[in-house]
């Protein structure tokens, strides 16, 4: 399986962009790059996916190399309900399991 | 409309016991995953169902675990004869099926072994 790799951690204060990094270098073709969160207590929830062009939702931003092999979610401003459980994730399609590592985890400062 | 709900939201058992969780998917997903999550660790794909195909086991970490589903409904995740290193929550998604979809998770069903 094309694994990814992210941070242990990050900070960020509040009000403020964060981005978080993604190293995917073994990514196929057509890999989906998803990016899902988890909130304490709660189950994963989707944030952004993409292919190969970068996307825009009402959540993030997600920026891909132009060789695939990284990428970034951006959130334009973070509030302290953005503190979570990032997961990078690639989806093979094969089967679309999604193989999650320990992500990384989002502290927001007030 | 409903998201996937699961159930029990907590289930409490002793050891060698056998116990049953449920998962409802969103109607008219195809696909259907189960996943285990540890305290503090990331998640673990148990088994995976599309459709009317063969499901996916890889996952499962023994024999002692099971799960089937009734057409493109209901499932249930069967563990016998529990152990407390199975004291996990238990989460279950469901999308379409392809690499581009989402998947949606239920709020999980966290299981203490004692």
């Known amino acids: 399986d094309a694994k990814t790799t992210q941070p242990n951690s990050m900070e960020s204060n509040e009000e403020e962009p964060v981005h978080l990094p993604c190293n995917h270098s073994?990514?196929?073709?057509?890999?989906?790059i998803h990016w899902y969160r988890q909130l304490p207590s709660q189950g994963p929830e989707y944030v952004i996916h993409?292919?190969?062009s970068n996307v825009n939702n009402r959540m993030a931003s997600l920026a891909i190399a132009e060789d695939r092999k990284s990428s970034t979610l951006i959130l334009h401003r973070a509030t302290l309900r953005d503190a979570a459980v990032y997961y990078c994730i690639l989806n093979t399609g094969a089967n679309s399991k999604l193989t999650f590592g320990k992500g990384i985890t989002l502290s927001v400062r007030p | 409309g409903a998201g996937v709900s699961q159930s029990p939201s907590n289930k409490v058992t002793e050891k060698g016991k056998d116990v049953e969780l449920r998962c409802d998917p969103i109607?008219?997903?195809?696909?259907l995953y189960w996943y285990r999550q540890r305290l503090g660790q990331g998640l673990e794909f148990l088994i995976y169902?599309?459709?009317?195909?063969?499901?996916?086991k890889s996952g499962l970490p023994s024999d002692r675990f099971s799960a089937e589903r009734t057409g493109e409904s209901v499932s249930t995740l069967t563990i016998q004869r529990t152990q407390q290193e199975d004291s996990a929550v238990y989460l279950c998604?469901?999308?379409?099926?392809?690499?581009?979809?989402?998947?949606?998770f239920g709020p999980g069903t966290r299981l203490t072994v004692l």
């Open positions: 169902f599309q459709g009317n195909s063969a499901p996916d």
């Open positions: 993409g292919l190969t």
């Open positions: 073994t990514i196929s073709g057509t890999d989906y």
């Open positions: 998604a469901s999308s379409f099926g392809r690499s581009s979809d989402t998947q949606y």
């Open positions: 109607s008219g997903h195809t696909a």
